[in-house]
């Protein structure tokens, strides 16, 4: 795991279940210039925070 810290991002209380930007590393722990989203909830990962909105009853 790494120390690597993502800039800190205004968020509302909407989307306070999904977390992110969180950069990808590969194996040997290089990042890959990719990021993810993470919805805290049931741990679904996915490229854009979007995929994420109907996660768990997101949408309402």
Do not use: N, V
């Not at 790494?2 to 990042?31: A, L």
């Not at 049931?42 to 949408?59: I, P, T």
């Amino acid at each position: 795991m790494s120390t690597y810290q993502t800039p800190t991002q205004e968020r509302t209380d909407t989307d306070d279940r999904i977390e992110g930007p969180i950069p990808e590393f590969d194996k040997f722990g290089q990042h890959t210039g990719e990021h993810f989203y993470r919805c805290t909830d049931c741990r679904a990962e996915a490229m854009r925070e979007r995929d994420l909105a109907d996660c768990c009853g997101g949408a309402a």
